[in-house]
Structures are given as structure tokens and as C-alpha cells.
């Protein structure tokens, strides 16, 4: 059984209590919501975004490299459906307006799974993401759990923030890699 694995099999939580951004977020403009049936088209072109640098390696057009992204944003909204279905699926927006998403996974006492977080390209490097993972971790410390863990892909820039936000490399998981940030005063997960 995999370290992930063992974390899973722990005790469940029925309803996590709501979640609140800091006042430090909310003096920002930022707000979370949950989200919507009408969030569709924004999730599938945030999704593009983020991949849309990687596939221009594929030789295709522009066309089909969108009909693809499309559709594998399709198949990651039906296996977070799936897998996650009980996940707090969150809007970021900055003065109503949707800028990024974060989905969370509260479940399991011992880890606060990061399940997706990202912002569209106009609020990446404003240090946004960073200042929403401190938050995350706060809600991991007041909320009482050992962990918060994410897989990250091992070639994505962003995995020098999560080392800087305390957070280590556990084990490659595929192209991923499972990394976790132990709460200070809780017993490390192996």
C-alpha cells in the first residue's frame, strides 16, 4: 500500500465546516464560491490555458490541439466527478469576476488533499497562488489535520513554490509527484 493509499483508508469526515478566505485574501478583492453548473466553460479554458504551452511539441494544428484540450479537460471534470465527487469544488474570483479555481478535499482527518489549484494567465506571478496556499495550509492547521498534500507534475515550475511553502517530495506517482507539508506539531505521514 502506498502512502497515499494508507492516508485514504483513514477516518472520514461527514461535513467539513464551511471555508472562509483570510481577511488578508478578502482585503484583496478575492472571494471563493462554490462551483456552478454555469462555471463550465471557464473550468474547460482555464484547463486549456494551462496546457496550451505544452502541446504546441504536438504536431497538429491549433484546432486540433484545442478539440484535444477540450476534451481532456471533459475527462478530468468526469474523473474529479467520480473520485472527488465530495471535494470543495471553489471558484476564486477577484471582485466577482471567476480568476482561478481550487478544489479541496476534506474528508480524511489526517489529509487536506489540494485536489487542482490554478489562475488564469492575467493573476499568475502576482503572487496570488501562494498567498492561497498559506491560506490552505491555515485551514489544514486550524482544521486539525497532519498534512496537506497535492501531485504536482515533476517538470512544473510551480513545484519550487510548494518547496518554499515547506512542502516535500514523497514519491513519483507517473508523471506526478506526490508531495506533502506536515503541520508543525503533528507526527509526520510517512
Known amino acids: 500500500m502506498s502512502a497515499m493509499d494508507a492516508l485514504m483508508v483513514d477516518t472520514v469526515v461527514a461535513d467539513p465546516p464551511a471555508l472562509v478566505l483570510s481577511p488578508d485574501l478578502a482585503a484583496r478583492g478575492l472571494s471563493l464560491r462554490a462551483k456552478q453548473a454555469g462555471d463550465t466553460d471557464f473550468v474547460r479554458d482555464l484547463y486549456i490555458s494551462h496546457r496550451w504551452e505544452e502541446m504546441q511539441a504536438a504536431p497538429w494544428s ?5 478539440a484535444f484540450l477540450r476534451d481532456q479537460a ?69 482544521e486539525g489535520y497532519a498534512l496537506c498534500s497535492i501531485h504536482v507534475e515533476q517538470n512544473n515550475p510551480a513545484r519550487r513554490l510548494y518547496h518554499r511553502l515547506g512542502f516535500r517530495d514523497v514519491e513519483p506517482v507517473g508523471p506526478y509527484m506526490l508531495m506533502h507539508w506536515t503541520v508543525p506539531g503533528t507526527v509526520p505521514v510517512a
Open 74 to 142: 471533459r475527462l478530468q471534470a468526469a474523473h474529479y466527478d467520480v473520485n472527488y465527487h465530495d471535494a470543495d469544488f471553489l471558484i476564486l474570483e477577484m471582485a466577482g469576476r471567476p480568476i482561478g479555481r481550487l478544489y479541496l478535499f476534506r474528508r480524511n482527518l489526517k489529509d487536506l488533499r489540494i485536489v487542482e489549484i490554478g489562475l488564469i494567465p492575467d493573476w499568475r506571478g502576482r503572487g496570488l497562488g501562494g498567498a492561497l496556499l498559506r491560506w490552505v495550509q491555515d485551514v489544514a492547521r486550524g
Open 62 to 66: 491549433d484546432e486540433e490541439r484545442l
